[in-house]
């Protein structure tokens, strides 16, 4: 489950790295790179835990 929450966060900010650089899409760029940050601080958390 933690490799899948990675590989999103990955995708999440690489579209908004596109999107930031190729054209104003609005907010939505935004939301998703704060879903990717997220996935990533709980991928960090979950595997200091284990």
């Known amino acids: 489950m933690g490799n899948l929450l ?7 900010v690489i579209a908004w790295l596109i999107g930031f650089v190729g054209y104003s899409a609005g907010g939505i760029i935004h939301i998703l790179l ?3 940050i997220i996935a990533i601080l709980f991928r960090v958390l979950q595997g200091r835990r284990i």
Request: charge should be neutral; hydrophobic fraction near 90%.
């Open 6 to 12: 990675y590989i999103i966060a990955v995708i999440l």
């Open 34 to 36: 704060v879903i990717a």
